[in-house]
């Protein structure tokens, strides 16, 4: 129950500042462009809190339904304007001018997820060194030539910093469908080249987990099964475990790390296991351990209320931290931005010809889910939340669907090109094509999100 609130709180938290990063950027351009805006909202229906210095300045209002938000700025198309105030009027405002106020909200999520890569790559952003841990047999990897103990060195023209760099400049290539060359370490300390074939590489885009597809596992340290936490009242503590036992076997087959536990325990909910036990030096005799039994969102499981002994050190020589100067952070920010961008681009391109599969949509179900997750990692994991989701509404915004940022451009270039306004009927028209693009593009999210749930 509290994880689930932890992530309702998270993602409400994640909504309420990308809204307001995108209306804001609406509302500063306006304001500095002399256009009257009337009311500032987070969220839309009944207005739970609002704040108004005075009768003639910008309302401020916190709505009830946190999906969203708006300006509402002084316009002659949705109510009388004072003569007085005509030239604050939106509508009254010259073609580059109104441009300008609508492309400004897209404009901000692009710069707060800038800001936000900015500051993660100053302060240094901690990630897994890109060393091999698994190759899979018969797979992609293993057909190109990757072994154990490969650490990966270039992709392409790209140094690979970290997996999570890695695996983007993957997904980047295998959207050009082009033979790449990867530059690795082996165990040895030589460097060789591996190849990954263009026609391989394109099928990679239908999957969402790229890694396993190409039969990649990175490096992880082996935690020895050390007791380092019990429960109280739990299986653990009431079969006798204690602090800084070391676990050995179960049922007679060996224990070579914590997962390999975590593992078994799980797949034995309700079933006694005898456990053995080196504690002090020596090996005491066998403990039945008995998992209760635990109802969760993937099944019921087991559970011993038993926490690892992570050692010290244990993640030196996995971990690599990418910091960069000011001036430099600035550069590799805009470029991630820009590169983050060009592929979603790309791959809602390909949705809409059918080369790309609708299951890489994530709707507010599985949005949700990444929020309290990044969350529940820290700050910076959530910041890089916060950026790639705020590129997405960015992106998104711009594409030339009415009722969309970009369908009101898409409107004004119009009217650059033949002289005159788009008729209001034509654009309430537009307004009905995009709703229904809209719902339907909702329904569809839905469905992907409720097809991941189900399996």
């Known amino acids: 129950m509290l994880d689930t609130l932890f992530t309702i709180g998270s993602f409400i938290v994640a909504l309420a500042i990308l809204i307001t990063v995108h209306e804001f950027g609406h509302f500063w351009v306006a304001r500095r462009l002399g256009v ?66 609508v492309v400004a909200g897209p404009l901000f999520n692009l710069l707060f997820a800038i800001l936000a890569y900015w500051a993660i790559f100053v302060a240094g952003d901690t990630g897994l060194r890109p060393l091999v841990g698994v190759v899979t047999p018969h797979s992609i990897a293993a057909e190109a030539g990757f072994q154990t103990g490969d650490e990966l060195l270039r992709i392409g023209d790209r140094p690979a910093r970290s997996w999570e760099t890695a695996v983007l400049d993957f997904m980047v290539k295998a959207l050009d469908g082009e033979e790449l060359q990867v530059r690795v370490r082996d165990a040895a300390g030589q460097e060789r080249n591996r190849w990954i074939p263009g026609r391989t590489l394109a099928g990679l885009t239908e999957e969402p987990d790229l890694l396993k597809r190409l039969g990649l596992e990175p490096s992880r340290p082996v935690i020895p099964a050390v007791i380092g936490e019990l429960v109280p009242g739990g299986s653990a503590q009431l079969a006798g475990l204690q602090l800084g036992d070391r676990l050995i076997a179960a049922d007679g087959v060996p224990i070579q ?54 050692p010290d050190g244990l993640m030196d020589g996995y971990l690599v931290q990418v910091r960069y100067g000011p001036v430099e952070a600035l550069d590799q920010a805009v470029s991630k931005t820009v590169e983050m961008s060009v592929l979603m681009l790309r791959v809602v391109g390909r949705m809409l010809v059918g080369e790309a599969s609708v299951h890489n949509l994530s709707g507010p179900i599985t949005i949700a889910e990444t929020a309290g997750r990044t969350a529940s990692y820290g700050v910076v994991s959530f910041v890089k939340f916060l950026a790639v989701i705020s590129i997405s509404l960015g992106v998104l915004n711009l594409l030339p669907i009415p009722v969309l940022d970009g369908g009101h451009l898409l409107y004004f270039l119009i009217e650059w090109i033949k002289g005159s306004p788009v008729s209001e009927e034509s654009q309430l028209q537009g307004q009905k094509v995009g709703f229904v693009l809209l719902g339907g593009l909702m329904l569809l999210a839905f469905y992907v999100d409720l097809s991941r749930l189900l399996g």
């Open 36 to 101: 009257k805006v009337l009311r500032f909202s987070i969220g839309f229906g009944r207005p739970l809190l609002r704040w108004q210095r005075h009768p003639d300045d910008t309302e401020y209002v916190l709505a009830a339904i946190p999906f969203g938000g708006y300006i509402k700025m002084l316009d002659e198309r949705e109510e009388p304007v004072p003569e007085d105030q005509l030239d604050r009027a939106f509508n009254r405002q010259a073609l580059w001018k109104r441009s300008a106020i």
């Open 257 to 310: 790390s914590w997962q390999e536990w975590v593992n078994r325990v799980r797949e034995r909910p309700d079933q006694t296991m005898q456990v053995e036990v080196e504690r002090d030096g020596r090996v005491i005799a066998p403990l039945p351990i008995t998992p209760r039994a635990t109802e969760t969102e993937h099944g019921v499981i087991g559970r011993i209320g038993a926490g690892v002994q992570v």
